[in-house]
Structure formats: C-alpha cells, structure tokens
C-alpha cells in the first residue's frame, strides 16, 4: 500500500473534510452527497451569529482564490465540521506543519471519503477509524459536550499568556456576578407580575 501524502493546501484540506462528512442522501440509499458552501456556512452562522461568514467566501477557499483564513475563520470551520462528524475537529489540521495526529488523522478521512465513494474499506470501519485518530491523547474536559462557542473561547484562551488568563477570569466572575443580579431582579419582577395577577389584587 503506498504511504499517504497528506494534502499540502488549506484548500485541499478543507476539501477532503467535505467529502469525508458527506451525509448519506437520500438516507438508506448508500450515497453519499458533500454539503453545500451555503450549507455549512449556515451552520456557522446559526451557530456564531448571522453575517459570521458567507458560502461565497467557503467558496473561494475551497477553490484555493483567498489566501489561508484567519484562526478565528478555521475555528468557525471546525466547529461546523465536529457537529457533522459528531466528534472534535483537530485545528492541527490546518496547520503548515502537521502533527503525526492530525496527519493520521487525515490519512483516515481521505480512507472514509473514498469509502462513501464505494471505494476501499466500508465507511462505517473507517469514520471509526477516523474518530479514534481525532481523539485528543490526554482528556480534561469533554469538548465534544460543549457548545460550540464554548469550544472556540478554551481554544482562544490556551493562546493567552498567564496574566491575560488570569485577567479573562477575573472578567467572567464580574460577569457572573452581574447576571446573578439580573437574575435576582427578574426573579423580583417575576413575583411582582405573579402578586398582580392574583384575583383581590
């Protein structure tokens, strides 16, 4: 069997991750149809916010036409890919140099998209195969459980040096504590609503 070459572009990168997540369309029939630019760029924006990023601009990445994405844009990405996939996305695949991890993990989505080709292994042996490759080697929190966004400010945060960590969290307790306030005053205006509405009042 000849060694795998991993993709060298961005463009061919992302392109192995469209065809390796292609769902089964209709389902039960044994092929296999790529999601569409608009299609995952809705996702992002259902996810991230309207206007986050357009099927246009997947577009001319996919085509190689726009030169490699901010980080913010492959974390956007990745984020659409692990909800079709169902498990993390490792943002070392977009990464000039890879990781012997990612370029595994590669090696089985390229084994995965000829599969749903009707080509090589079954499909279901290699999108396994695919998911143990992606699984992180050590585990602290199950980011697979978490929202998406959630997911995208650990990753934004691990970039962070230690002061601006520790400046981030002392932002979140602030935070916390002013929606523990809104919450009392809605609960307030909730039992106020509530004494109004009772008959005699």
Request: charged share 20%; aromatic share 8%.
């Amino acid at each position: 069997m000849p060694e795998f070459v991993p993709p060298q572009t961005f463009a061919d990168r992302l392109n192995l991750l469209f065809a390796a997540s292609a769902p089964e369309s209709p389902p039960g029939s044994g092929t296999y149809v790529e999601y569409t630019n608009p299609q995952v760029a809705a996702e992002i924006n259902r996810v991230f916010g309207e206007g986050t990023i357009t099927g246009e601009y997947i577009r001319r990445l996919r085509r190689g036409e726009s030169k490699s994405p901010s980080f913010s844009y492959v974390e956007y990405i990745a984020a659409a890919f692990e909800r079709f996939f169902g498990f993390p996305v490792d943002l070392g695949l977009f990464k000039a140099n890879l990781s012997d991890a990612a370029t595994r993990t590669l090696a089985q989505a390229q084994k995965v998209a000829a599969a749903k080709k009707g080509q090589g292994v079954g499909f279901e042996q290699a999108l396994a195969a695919m998911q143990r490759s992606a699984a992180p080697a050590r585990h602290t929190v199950d980011e697979s459980q978490e929202p998406p966004v959630a997911r995208v400010l650990a990753r934004s945060t691990r970039r962070l040096n230690p002061a601006n960590v520790q400046r981030l969290a002392e932002m979140a307790e602030r935070l916390q504590a002013v929606q523990d306030q809104l919450d009392v005053v809605q609960d307030l205006e909730n039992d106020a609503l509530s004494q109004a509405t009772e008959p005699g009042n």
